[in-house]
């Protein structure tokens, strides 16, 4: 499906005026240098989460906060886009990770309050889904994947398998959406995240001792990142491994957060290293005039200010160092 990209002029109009809204690295230095939550909160308060913040009762609910304004940004850019079923399928993530908190609140009996309310599927809907096994309401290709966790868990009782169907099924939908609305960067941005989630399920299993059949198993395909190539370097040693792939786009990201991964058993270099590349990546579609790209960018952009939100507050409320709270933040899109 061709797109005349000029139909996103007002689209793209509009996110430019909301990019001036995002928090830059000052405003984030500010909070991380505050010496109490409070202060911290304080400066939020005076960006535009100024309205937010006043009718916080308290600064410990501040998610509640970041959840309503990811869900009005997301429903903003889906009501202004030309193509709204391109933002519809950026919110699929969402789905996805609200059926996965489900299914494993089901079947490990934990509570979670993790759900997000961003997603296409009213929240209500996926927990009654959930709950009483009853899948008739969910898009088919949902539907189908919700089954097969309940079949192969009830088999093999391993809550690893939520993760694997639901990742797969949700990347194949993106992949697939990508290429029938003809969006090339889109497809160029799944694909990217698609090897970055690979890279990390690498070192998961090499760090858990697993097989290489396992491997082969849980990897996602379709990224540039083969699945026969990471199969093939799953029992080479550490310096080969990133030997292997210094020659791939992920050098850097490898170099640095694999290596800390399967030597400390921190994933936190890499997932920082990870949020970075994907921002890279989409600052080059920043200045297209006409096109989905800012609109995806903003998305990401407006992600990534929510996500330093919490890892500021989450580090003020731990009493982290500045320092130990700094490293985690990611970099900023503006």
Do not use: C
Not at 114 to 127: F, N, R, Y
Not at 209 to 235: H, Q
Request: no cysteine.
């Amino acid at each position: 499906m061709l797109i005349d990209d000029t139909i996103y002029g007002y689209a793209v109009a509009r996110v430019k005026a909301m990019e001036t809204q995002l928090l830059d690295q000052s405003q984030f230095e500010r909070m991380i240098n505050s010496s109490t939550t409070e202060e911290a909160v304080k400066v939020l308060s005076e960006t535009g989460y100024s309205a937010s913040v006043a009718e916080l009762d308290d600064v410990y609910n501040f998610e509640t906060i970041l959840a309503d304004e990811l869900s009005y940004v997301f429903n903003t850019v889906y009501k202004i886009s030309p193509v709204p079923e391109l933002i519809g399928m950026l919110a699929l993530r969402y789905d996805i990770h609200n059926l996965k908190v489900l299914f494993k609140s089901k079947f490990l009996g934990v509570k979670s309050d993790l759900l997000i309310p961003v997603g296409s599927l009213d929240i209500a809907k996926l927990e009654y889904a959930v709950g009483e096994d009853n899948y008739l309401l969910l898009p088919e290709k949902l539907r189908r994947a919700a089954n097969s966790i309940n079949e192969d868990f009830m088999i093999n009782l391993d809550p690893q398998i939520i993760d694997l169907i639901l990742d797969r099924v949700l990347y194949e939908q993106l992949i697939d959406a990508a290429r029938e609305y003809d969006a090339p960067f889109l497809e160029g941005l799944f694909v990217r995240q698609i090897d970055l989630n690979n890279l990390k399920t690498l070192i998961r299993v090499k760090r858990m001792g697993l097989s290489r059949d396992f491997l082969a198993r849980v990897l996602l395909p379709n990224g540039t990142l083969s699945v026969d190539r990471l199969t093939s370097m799953f029992e080479e040693p550490l310096e080969s491994l990133i030997s292997m792939l210094a020659i791939s786009d992920y050098a850097e990201l490898v170099s640095e957060g694999v290596r800390e991964g399967l030597e400390k058993g921190s994933a936190s270099t890499l997932e920082k290293l990870s949020d970075d590349f994907i921002t890279s990546y989409l600052k080059e579609g920043k200045w297209v005039p006409f096109g989905v790209e800012p609109l995806v960018g903003y998305l990401w952009a407006k992600e990534i200010e929510i996500k330093n939100i919490r890892i500021v507050l989450v580090g003020k409320i731990n009493r982290l160092p500045a320092e130990s709270i700094r490293e985690r933040i990611r970099d900023v899109y503006i």
